[in-house]
């Protein structure tokens, strides 16, 4: 099924088509930069989970940070929509591609003065994180239901400042998180235990980091089951609480 849909105001935006190239694996892939015809100060790259997405996931976020005056940048998974190569489905593959369209994004002259800041959902916010990890000059950085938590404790050494470099605990890095954050989930979540997550982070008091932790949303931020393979909620996974969806716009104005 398709849970993905185009931006409807489009008279009211700019729309440009950008493809980068991952040089490791030789593949090209697609994205789309949406920006208000308006003047605009912020970039939100948004990263989805697993799944194959198209540069339209994450629908009604995207259209609302655009009518608050905050661009969008989206691209096709890997063999999915325009984008070439084999689909696949790991976090690696999340990482890698990430990396490389930021770093293409970073390298347009038109967009040097603006501030750029990820957004990742799910293994989205893995893929954030870690390349935040890598040293790119970000400006913020919003994690949503990010399962970074497991039996009370953070996940064991996972990130790369670059390949073969010691790997670094998620406890570490989030204790050194130099940028504002905001971590958002839901107390519904199945996919991982949010409030032990929230608690996990906010006793790291790294005044950077900010979070929420929202009654009876799920792991998409919404107030129906996570059961959504079996559900009609499945064509609609990416409509988020309008709770949920004015808290993280707010901030991104804000910070």
Known sequence: MDFSKEIQNTKDYNFTEIEFADTAENIILSSTLITPKKAYSKIVVITPGSGQDTRNSH??????LLANGIAVYRFDDRGVGKSRGTVNF?????????FYAID???????LSQKQI???GHSLGGIATIDNYQKGFKLDFLVLMA???EKFGKFTKPQYQSKPNAEKVST????QNIQIPMLFVAGTN?????????V???????NKNIETKILKDLNHFLRQETDDWKKTKEYQSLYEIDSTALEIITNWIKKV
């Open 59 to 64: 629908y009604v976020l995207a259209e609302n």
């Open 90 to 98: 790991s976090v690696d593959q999340i990482i890698t591609d990430l």
């Open 104 to 110: 293409n994004l970073q390298k347009i002259d038109s």
């Open 117 to 119: 800041g990820l957004l």
């Open 146 to 148: 990010t399962p970074i």
């Open 171 to 174: 406890k570490t890095v989030f």
């Open 189 to 197: 979540d199945s996919f991982f235990e949010s409030n032990k997550t």
């Open 199 to 205: 608690a996990l982070i906010n006793n790291l008091n």
